[in-house]
């Protein structure tokens, strides 16, 4: 895993593609189906991703003239990240994709959407996307557990999150799947058994997030009133060891701290710091000998 005791999402990156990518991150105005019953707790449901005004070619020069500063032989993948990246017609997908396939060394295409947002039709398109470029579809699953999943007015259950990657998987469409560690009442072994869980669902990647509460999220409200417990940094990396040592050696790790809004974020500040972070979770792998996949042999 060369540089790190997990398998990093650049080194996976220089080996498919021999050069450096990027993501890029857009914004494309979508909405989300779970804003009608109020949304997640601890979504803020005003995504700080790209600006929705400016169409997705403007928003991809910009992000790109910044990269061309730093790295001139780059290649881009345009990430669909703010909203639920599904949830049009396939007409309206059509008309928002496609254009952004034929931007100069663009060579993928990252949607983030929810797995209620995969209707049959949808499904078929992205099979025949998939043909044409790179697709990774990004689905937020955030527990394996449906009462934190009911706790969190997260809108589907375990059961309706497998039945999703499953008809993905059976398209040979790439899957990243986002969890979040800290959420209300969970143990560290609830957390542990979600990442079990997302490895036996034969995912090609995956995004350990950290839970953090922004000033004008549901979930914030509550615990003004209701406090819980919010994970220490030291918590937080010996949880995220223990679940890459269920994670298969072959699953891509894309993210694995939280990046918050440093205008929104109330708590845990330790965040912020998110390369000191990062230093610390690779102090502690290597501390205790501890590889991604450990336990999956």
């Avoid at 979508?30 to 928003?59: H, M, R, V, W």
């Avoid at 800290?182 to 669902?201: C, R």
């Avoid at 220490?232 to 010996?238: Q, T, V």
């Avoid at 710091?273 to 990062?278: A, G, I, R, S, T």
Wanted: glycine content about 4%; some cysteine; proline content about 2%.
């Amino acid at each position: 895993m060369n540089e790190k005791h997990y398998n990093t999402l650049n080194n996976f990156y220089r080996k498919k593609f021999d050069s450096k990518v990027f993501k890029v991150s857009l914004n494309a105005g979508f909405s989300c189906p779970n804003k009608e019953t109020g949304g997640c707790t601890f979504c803020t449901l005003t995504p700080y991703i790209g600006d929705a005004s400016k169409s997705l070619e403007a928003q991809f020069e910009e992000i790109k003239n910044m990269l061309l500063k730093k790295w001139s032989n780059a290649k881009y993948i345009a990430y669909l990240e703010a909203g639920s990246n599904t949830y049009a017609s396939v007409k309206k997908l059509k008309e928002i994709y496609e254009p952004l396939l034929k931007i100069d060394n663009v060579i993928g295409l990252n949607i983030g959407t929810r797995c209620d947002c995969l209707s049959d039709d949808i499904l078929d398109y992205l099979e025949d996307l998939s043909k044409r470029t790179y697709l990774t579809i990004e689905l937020g699953l955030q527990s394996s557990h449906n009462k934190t999943l009911k706790r969190i007015n997260r809108g589907h259950t375990k059961e309706d999150f497998t039945k999703a990657v499953k008809k993905l998987k059976q398209r040979n469409i790439n899957v990243v799947v986002h969890i979040i560690n800290g959420l209300p009442d969970e143990t560290k072994d609830m957390m542990i058994e979600t990442a079990k869980y997302v490895n036996s669902l034969n995912i090609d990647g995956i995004k350990i997030h950290m839970l953090y509460l922004e000033n004008d999220s549901k979930l914030y409200k509550e615990y003004k009133t209701k406090p819980f417990h919010i994970l220490s940094k030291e918590e937080y990396i010996e949880i995220v060891a223990k679940q890459l040592e269920y994670l298969d050696k072959n699953i891509v790790i894309h993210r694995i701290t939280g990046d918050p809004d440093k205008g929104k974020l109330v708590t845990p500040t330790w965040l912020l710091k998110k390369f000191v972070v990062l230093n610390d979770i690779d102090k502690y792998l290597k501390a205790n000998n501890i590889y991604q996949g450990d336990k999956t042999n």
